[in-house]
């Protein structure tokens, strides 16, 4: 289902718990799934020992991807033209992380309407490790 | 990075899907399934020379029974990776990917740039920008990695 320009309006936020207590095994899912075997996200020995990290944590590509659900779920499927951010701090296991997203315009693009919307994912503590932007074509 | 093969395949996206935690049902229909936002991500899979991968018979940096002492093999391309962070990420989406796309990916590195942080000493920023092509050589993907290097683990971001 695609969003309509009309129902849009700037300023509306949505928010959505986007992970409960992250568990390690999600991580190594991940992992498997992306491709990216880097020790410091799966082998706690290597991240504590090793590396120096308090234990190990989520890939920032998780977090994004965790992030990504909420912006197609209010989008639809198929509609994102642009999606981007900064990993703004570490996200550990036990982590449950919330997604907010504020509608910041609307306007023409490509012969289109599109909208653009501000991304924000934040952990229990309300530290926010995920700050981003989507674009995404909405019907006119 | 450079990737020659890239298979979009409808097994991939839906574990993919799992391992991010989205329950969105396009991602399990064989029919209708299209690629999530961050899916090309994992054209790593299909990097022959990707070093966040144990090669076979080859020394790995994760531990055994204790750590190895094996420091990480050289490799660029942004994203973690032994030292490494991944600072940003950016995607363009010229269309959205579908099971039967195979795309091709080329890297042009960036920007590099120096920066004094609070906690982690000296960062060392580059960027690059990998060109993803479908099977008929159209431009798909655009996406944009910063990676950072630190002096020491940050603990809290870079």
Do not use: C
């Amino acid at each position: 289902m695609t969003l309509k320009a009309i129902d849009v309006e700037v300023g509306h936020t949505h928010s959505q718990v986007l992970v409960t207590d992250l568990k390690r095994t999600q991580i190594v899912q991940y992992a498997g799934t992306s491709g990216d075997y880097n020790p410091l996200h799966t082998d706690e020995i290597f991240a504590t020992k090793v590396a120096g990290y308090p234990s190990v944590f989520a890939h920032g590509m998780l977090t994004m991807g965790m992030t990504g659900r909420l912006v197609t779920d209010y989008v639809g499927d198929g509609q994102l033209t642009r999606f981007g951010g900064r990993f703004t701090s570490q996200v550990f296991p036990g982590d449950t992380l919330t997604g907010t997203l504020t509608v910041e315009a609307t306007r023409d693009e490509d012969g289109g309407k599109v909208v653009d919307l501000k991304v924000s994912t934040v952990n229990q503590d309300g530290v926010e490790v995920f700050a981003g932007t989507a674009t995404a074509r909405v019907e006119s | 990075m450079a990737v020659d093969r890239f298979p979009i395949e409808y097994g991939h996206i839906l574990m993919f899907a799992r391992s991010i935690g989205d329950p969105n049902p396009i991602y399990e229909d064989p029919e209708r399934a299209i690629a999530p936002p961050t899916f090309v991500q994992a054209s790593a899979q299909f990097d022959p020379d990707y070093f966040l991968r144990p090669k076979i018979g080859r020394p790995w940096m994760g531990s055994g029974k204790e750590p190895t002492g094996v420091t990480r093999e050289g490799g660029g391309g942004g994203g973690g990776g032994g030292g490494g962070l991944h600072a940003e990420q950016h995607f363009e989406y010229h269309r959205h990917l579908k099971p039967g796309d195979v795309l091709s990916a080329t890297t042009t590195p960036g920007r590099t740039w120096e920066k004094e942080g609070r906690r982690a000493g000296k960062l060392v920023f580059n960027e690059g920008v990998t060109e993803y092509r479908d099977q008929n050589g159209d431009l798909v993907v655009t996406a944009k990695v910063v990676g950072v290097r630190t002096e020491r683990p940050a603990t809290a971001g870079a």
